[in-house]
Structure formats: C-alpha cells, structure tokens
C-alpha cells in the first residue's frame, strides 16, 4: 500500500528515537528530579530505573512530533504521486558526520548538540506549490504539536507537577522546532518553503 511504513523505515525510527533519547536525556528531566541538579554526586548515584524514567521522559516530550514531521514530508509526497522514504540519519554521510558529532558533543558534556535525527528522500517530479507544501508539512506538525500543548495545558485541570512539566516542555520545544524549521536557511524546511513559494509565483 502506498501510504505503509516498510519494515527497514520503522527500525530507522526506533534508532532515531534511541538517539533522540540518549542526546537529550537529562535536559527534560521530570520536575521531581530536578534537585538531583544541584549535587553531581547526586545525580550519578540515582537508582538506573531513574535513568530509565528520564530516558523515557526525554523519549515522550521529544520524539513523537520528530516522528511525524518526517511521516508528515513522506505522506503527503506521496499524495502528490512521488515516491519517499524515510531515513535515519546514517543513511547520508553528511548526516551521520553531524550525528556523531552531537554523539561526541554529548559524551564529554560539551552542551549544545546540533543534529539531523532524520530524513525523507523524494523521487519524481513535483510542481514548486508542491515542493513548498511538502515542505512545510513536517515544520506544520510541531506549530499543531505547539497549539494543543498551549490549549491542553490551559483547559485541563487537576494535571501533576509532572504533566504540566510534560505538557509545557512539549509547547517549548515544539515552538522552537517550528521556528527553527521556518527559517530560510538553505536545507532547513524553511527555505524549501519559501524557493517553492517563489517559484510558484
């Protein structure tokens, strides 16, 4: 079917999210946790399964709008008629070289990690219309991601510490991938966006 996920595509996502988990573990820590910050000593003494939580807590805020950012580019190229597949990013060497490098970044504390987690790779021909609503389909993702954190977060009531913590990082974070996908920087979204624009006119 042309709207499937192909088995080699859904262990690309399982590594990306991996590797999403791994860089930004400690970053989106749960609010109960954050004391842990003050002592090092602290910190690295925690229980594994704490290790774990934060792990997954990382996973929860972070991977599933990066998930369907690239899903976003892949469907709706193929609603066009194209073909596209999605990647991890060591399936291109210049992703994997910013790959290991946000590895490194991360393995001696260096703190900023700028990375590619992932791709999708378009083949045939698409109109410029196209080729912008391709894509601004994943950046679109994060701006929905963003509006309903905004929107749960003021109508729920009765949330933890922890979901609240959740919720706002979710907002955060989404936010500042749409913005930073929406700039016109040659290879980010953005800037297909706006060459697909133009050339439409």
């Known amino acids: 079917m042309p709207f499937s996920i192909t088995l080699w595509e859904m262990f690309d996502i399982i590594i990306m999210t991996l590797l999403l988990g791994f860089l930004f573990k400690g970053m989106f820590r749960p609010a109960h946790r954050r004391s842990y910050e003050e002592d090092p000593v ?25 998930i369907l950012h690239e899903l976003a580019h892949k469907f709706v190229a193929i609603s ?19 790959g290991v490098i946000a590895v490194i970044a991360k393995l001696t504390g260096f703190g900023f990690v700028f990375l590619v987690p992932g791709f999708v790779s378009i083949m045939g021909e698409a109109t410029p219309a196209q080729h912008a609503i391709i894509a601004f389909a994943g950046p679109a993702i994060h701006g929905l991601f963003w509006i309903g954190a905004l929107l749960y977060g003021k109508l729920a009531k009765h949330l933890t510490q922890r979901q609240r913590q959740f919720i706002h990082l979710t907002k955060y974070v ?17 800037y297909h966006v706006y060459t697909g624009l133009l050339g439409a006119l």
């Open 42 to 66: 602290a910190h690295y003494a925690r229980p594994r399964r704490n290790h774990w939580q934060d792990f997954l807590f990382t996973i929860g805020v972070i991977a599933p709008a990066v």
């Open 174 to 190: 989404n936010g500042f991938l749409f913005i930073l996908n929406m700039l016109p920087i040659p290879g980010i979204d953005g």
């Open 80 to 98: 066009f008629g194209l073909e596209a597949t999605f990647h991890a990013f060591y399936a291109n060497p210049t992703t994997l070289l910013i």
